[in-house]
């Protein structure tokens, strides 16, 4: 089956500090991984994209990289600010015959303290 | 301005009491689906949608109908609304053509069966 595994489940940084989230994956066969940034009580929005040869991809201040072969990405933070105080949800999309083929991870709740 | 518009953004409601959320894309995708989130499980899929008319089930629908009669509307209905039910819901929506497919999420709507 299918898995997504985020570490940590929280963390909390204090402001202009930067961090790193994690996402391993058991999705196969891959064809894409999503992360999301989600405020509280808001719905998920993109940040990058990433597919099998790309290792590495940047939205301003957040940077995302991907190594298909240890089936592991990250998600690095720099200069963290208090808005990136979010859940950051990491989402695998295989190719497999299912119609949907998306499984998601249960996020990593970060919090960014004055 | 490309959105998912769901409705309502709150609802409380007593149990066996049946129920509809809303929900409209207007950027002309195919693709719709549902999902709850609870603390501590992140986003799981309700049901889906590849197109109009076509549904089918992601990976708790129990106790959840959909309808997809138009391309850019998929409600959700809660026909005896218990309070397991009871958490915040997010519609979404994507492209079909080609393997990235970006979710676009709704706002949420936070429901409470009492």
């Known amino acids: 089956k299918n898995q997504v595994e985020q570490s940590p489940q929280s963390l909390i940084i204090l402001e202009g500090k930067n961090c790193t989230l994690q996402?391993?994956?058991?999705?196969?066969?891959?064809?894409?991984l999503r992360w999301y940034k989600q405020d509280t009580g808001r719905g998920p929005v993109s940040l990058t994209i990433m597919t099998f040869s790309e290792n590495t991809k940047s939205n301003g201040r957040y940077t995302a990289t991907l190594d298909a072969d240890t089936k592991q990405s990250s998600l690095h933070i720099t200069a963290s600010q208090l808005s990136d105080s979010a859940s950051y949800i990491c989402v695998v999309r295989d190719l497999g015959g299912g119609a949907d083929g998306l499984t998601f991870g249960k996020g990593t709740h970060l919090i960014i303290q004055p | 301005e490309a959105q998912v518009t769901q409705n309502p953004r709150y609802l409380i409601t007593v149990t066996g009491k049946k129920l509809t959320v809303t929900c409209s894309q207007n950027m002309n995708h195919e693709y719709m689906s549902w999902y709850r989130q609870d603390p501590g499980l992140g986003l799981r899929q309700i049901y889906y949608?590849?197109?109009?008319?076509?549904?089918d089930k992601g990976d708790v629908p129990e106790g959840y109908k959909v309808s997809r009669k138009e391309k850019r509307n998929f409600p959700l209905i809660l026909e005896s609304p218990s309070p397991n039910q009871t958490s915040l819901y997010f519609c979404?929506?994507?492209?079909?053509?080609?393997?990235?497919?970006?979710?676009?999420f709704g706002s949420g709507t936070q429901l409470s069966v009492l």
């Open positions: 996402c391993n994956y058991t999705v196969s066969p891959f064809s894409n």
């Open positions: 949608s590849m197109n109009v008319e076509v549904t």
């Open positions: 979404a929506s994507r492209t079909t053509n080609g393997g990235a497919g970006k979710l676009f």
